[in-house]
């Protein structure tokens, strides 16, 4: 007796096309992911420039007139790179939602049945330049951070404010421990 030959599942099932729908989801999740952990990396660096910030501002009420300056000048780099990370942020965030859109798209298209490929591929390229301009903007604040970064003699900013005899002068000896700069 010959074997019955396996008749073929159907594939327009829509058990069969919700398995599919979840098969493309499954990429736009694991960048959700990635930008989760970039989003990390860009709140961590915003973190320690606003603690750096708020480190030097606390010296100026009794900074000369020369570290004054020399905090300022410190603090406009400072600013810089805040907004630089703060915008990061904003674009890797945009990223992230554009990321869900396309999988909520997705779903929409095959609950609906409904062409979506256009409003997919528009969703996912814009998601893209604005992870792309989040990652230029990381680059850029890192490029600042070690611009200005002298290994050896410590920057102005880092060197601490010692009274001796009634006067306040600069100190040679950093505030901070070799290799434990607070940037």
């Known amino acids: 007796m010959p074997l ?3 008749l073929p599942l159907p594939t327009d099932t829509p058990l069969i096309s919700i398995a599919h729908v979840i098969q493309l989801a499954v990429a736009p999740v694991f960048l959700l992911s990635g930008i989760a952990a970039l989003l990390n990396v860009l709140s961590n660096r915003l973190s320690r420039v606003v603690d750096r910030a708020r480190l030097l501002e606390a010296q100026f009420p009794t900074a000369q007139p020369q570290r ?3 905090l300022r000048n410190s603090l406009k780099r400072l600013a810089m790179r805040a907004r630089l ?6 674009l890797c965030t945009s990223s992230a939602v ?3 859109a396309v999988v909520i ?3 929409l298209g095959s609950l609906f049945d409904a062409n979506v490929r256009t409003a997919i591929a528009v969703l996912f390229i814009v998601a893209m330049v ?8 990381l680059l850029r604040e890192i490029y600042l951070s070690t611009y200005y970064l ?3 003699e410590p920057e102005p900013e880092q060197k601490p404010m010692v009274a001796t005899s009634s006067v306040v002068t600069d100190s040679a000896t950093p505030s901070t421990p070799p290799g434990s700069t607070l940037r």
């Open 4 to 6: 019955p030959i396996p």
């Open 68 to 70: 004054a300056e020399a």
């Open 85 to 90: 990370a703060s915008f990061g942020i904003g």
């Open 98 to 100: 554009l990321i869900s």
């Open 105 to 107: 798209v997705l779903f």
């Open 130 to 137: 604005s992870l792309t301009a989040g990652l230029l903007c």
């Open 150 to 152: 002298r290994i050896g």
